[in-house]
T-cell receptor, first 116, second 113 residues
């Protein structure tokens, strides 16, 4: 089946620290990969995505590269800010099989707190 | 641009009560879905719809009903609330085709006592 395994945390970092959140996946077919972010009290927002192997998604200083050989999509940021404090979800979607529909499968999420 | 609107934001129910969580989107998205978010579990798909008049079950459908009479609205009904349904519920929508990203509502926090 399709599944996502990610670091669960929680993780606390100081401002300007380097961030890596590991994400690996298992999927049938060729998934698209996503990172979503959930700020306190809000819904999920798309942070970045990649739709094929070796694609790099980037947004707001965050980056993730679709690595098919290691089935990974690790999220990185070189210098985190207090405003990056949130819960981060790795997710995948796989094109539907006959009669089915594409579904989004989430990892369990990782809470990041950045202190000044 | 309202996006995806969920109401109410908070709700407390007694065991056995019924209620409807509302979800509306104004982006002409064909696909709509309901997720529940529980600590340590991530988000799990409850029900989804690929268009008006079409619904299907997700990963955890028991105890919930949905209908899709219009493109814009996708209400989630709890038939007889149980404490195990205490959760945060999110509605999400997207266009039907392509590797699209989803637009999420801001969530409904439900407590069943």
């Amino acid at each position: 089946g399709n599944s996502v395994t990610q670091m669960e945390g929680p993780v606390t970092l100081s401002e300007e620290a380097f961030l890596t959140i590991n994400c690996t996946y298992t999927a049938t077919g060729y998934p698209s990969l996503f990172w979503y972010v959930q700020y306190p009290g809000e819904g999920l927002q798309l942070l970045l995505k990649a739709t094929k192997a070796d694609d790099k998604g980037s947004n707001k200083g965050f980056e993730a590269t679709y690595r098919k050989e290691t089935t990974s999509f690790h999220l990185e940021k070189g210098s985190v800010q207090v405003s990056d404090s949130a819960v981060y979800f790795c997710a995948l979607s796989v094109p539907p099989t006959q009669g089915g529909s594409e579904k989004l499968v989430f990892g369990k999420g990782m809470k990041l707190t950045v202190n000044p | 641009n309202a996006g995806v609107t969920q109401t109410p934001k908070f709700q407390v129910l007694k065991t056995g009560q019924s209620m409807t969580l509302q979800c509306a989107q104004d982006m002409n998205h064909e696909y709509m879905s309901w997720y529940r978010q529980d600590p340590g579990m991530g988000l799990r798909l409850i029900h989804y719809s690929v268009g008006a008049g079409i619904t299907d079950q997700g990963e955890v459908p028991n105890g919930y009903n949905v209908s899709r009479s219009t493109t814009e609205d996708f209400p989630l009904r709890l038939l007889s609330a149980a404490p195990s349904q205490t959760s945060v519920y999110f509605c999400a929508s997207r266009f039907r085709t392509g590797p699209q990203s989803y637009t999420f509502g801001s969530g409904t926090r439900l407590t069943v006592v």
